[in-house]
């Protein structure tokens, strides 16, 4: 089945301890991208990426950081954590031509509370 | 700076009642725009997208969206709305590789 996973799903954490979550999409797609979702705010791209070892910035890219060493994973790490990271993070895919052309695939999301 | 905004917070509307959902932008350029719906607890989904051409698009799920340029417009309708279209609504735009996306609609569904 094709699909973009996220792990952990759920993570309680404490400030300061540095912590990663995963993203993993079988649909061999270029692009990948991390959100946040916050209420009254929508979602607010972090950092994307075009293809492996291409990455970039979105609109929020504070405290923030990201690697594509490989096609299919795009791993999102948060070095030291604050409070104000607490949010709905969600990644997601994008065949080739990027956002631009095509629907991003969702994965299912992951909510991180940071303590 | 360019922005994509859904005025309305909350609508509320009777299962079988005509839906529209109001989005406007700030672009210089004509966008690319594109509407996703996300049920509760899930992730989004592509309802449907506008690059050029036919101002008048067909999504699924029975929606559709019209751009209009002169009032910076994409507003998503639908005839007759079910009971599981209830979702949050989001509206949003990509510029070069960028995505922007609305605040979103949170749509609620009555008998």
């Known amino acids: 089945e094709a699909q973009v996973t996220q792990n952990p799903r759920y993570l309680i954490t404490v400030t300061g301890k540095k912590l990663t979550v995963t993203c993993s999409q079988n649909?061999?797609?270029?692009?990948m991208s991390w959100y946040r979702q916050d209420p009254g705010l929508g979602l607010r791209q972090i950092y994307y990426?075009?293809?492996?070892?291409?990455?970039d910035k979105g609109d929020v890219p504070e405290g923030y950081k990201v690697s594509r060493k490989e096609k299919r994973n795009f791993p999102l790490i948060l070095e030291s954590p604050s409070p104000n990271q607490t949010s709905l993070y969600f990644c997601?895919?994008?065949?080739?031509?990027?956002?631009?052309?095509?629907?991003?695939?969702f994965g299912p999301g992951t909510r991180l509370t940071v303590l | 700076a360019q922005s994509v905004t859904q005025p309305d917070i909350h609508i509320t509307v009777s299962e079988g009642a005509s839906l529209e959902l109001r989005c406007n932008y700030s672009?210089?350029?004509?966008?690319?725009l594109f509407w996703y719906v996300q049920s509760p607890g899930q992730g989004l989904q592509l309802l449907l997208k506008?690059?050029?051409?036919?101002?008048l698009v067909q999504g699924i799920k029975g929606f559709e969206a019209e751009f209009k340029r002169s009032q910076s417009s994409f507003n998503l309708r639908k005839p007759s709305v079910h009971w599981s279209d209830a979702a949050e609504y989001f509206c949003?735009?990509?510029?070069?590789?960028?995505?922007?996306f609305g605040t979103g609609t949170s749509l609620t569904v009555i008998p």
């Open positions: 649909m061999n797609h270029e692009y």
């Open positions: 506008y690059f050029s051409g036919d101002t």
């Open positions: 949003a735009f990509t510029e070069g590789n960028q995505f922007y």
């Open positions: 990426s075009m293809n492996v070892e291409v990455t």
């Open positions: 997601a895919s994008s065949p080739v031509g990027g956002a631009l052309y095509n629907e991003q695939f």
């Open positions: 672009y210089g350029a004509t966008p690319y």
